[in-house]
C-alpha cells in the first residue's frame, strides 16, 4: 500500500508565503514524476508544478517565479514553495506521484488528500 500525505496549507495574506510537502510511504520501489495540482471551486483541477526524479521541472505560466517545486528523492518527499501568493491561488492542492511498487510493475498514479490553501485579506 502507497500514501501520500500532505501538509502545510493555510490561511494567508496576500503577497504571502507558505511552504507545501507531500510525503510518499508504504511499498515503494521508485518515484518517477511528483507533482502538485490545485482545483479551485467551481473549477477543474489544473497542474500546477512538476518534477522528475532528475530534478527536472516545470510550471503553470501564472505561477512562474513565484512558485518552486523541489523533492527529497532520499526522504520520497516533494515541496512546493510558494511566495507572492494571490487571491487567484485559493484552491485545494493535492499532491501527485508516478509510482512503482515493484521492480517490473508499471508505475501508476497515486493522489494525496489535498490541502487547503486560502489567500485573503
Known amino acids: 500500500q502507497v500514501q501520500l500525505v500532505e501538509s502545510g496549507g493555510g490561511l494567508v495574506l496576500p503577497g504571502g508565503s507558505l511552504t507545501l510537502s507531500c510525503a510518499a510511504s508504504g511499498s515503494i520501489f521508485s518515484i518517477y514524476i511528483m507533482a502538485w495540482y490545485r482545483q479551485a471551486p467551481g473549477k477543474e483541477r489544473e497542474l500546477v508544478s512538476r518534477i522528475t526524479s532528475g530534478g527536472s521541472t516545470s510550471y503553470q505560466d501564472s505561477v512562474k517565479g513565484r512558485f518552486t517545486i523541489s523533492r527529497d528523492n532520499a526522504k520520497n518527499t516533494v515541496y512546493l514553495v510558494m511566495n507572492s501568493l494571490k487571491p487567484e491561488d485559493t484552491a485545494v492542492y493535492y499532491c501527485?506521484?508516478?509510482?512503482?511498487?515493484?521492480?517490473?510493475?508499471?508505475?501508476?498514479?497515486?493522489w494525496g488528500q489535498g490541502t487547503q490553501v486560502t489567500v485573503s485579506s
Open positions: 501527485n506521484a508516478q509510482i512503482r511498487r515493484r521492480a517490473g510493475d508499471y508505475p501508476r498514479d497515486y
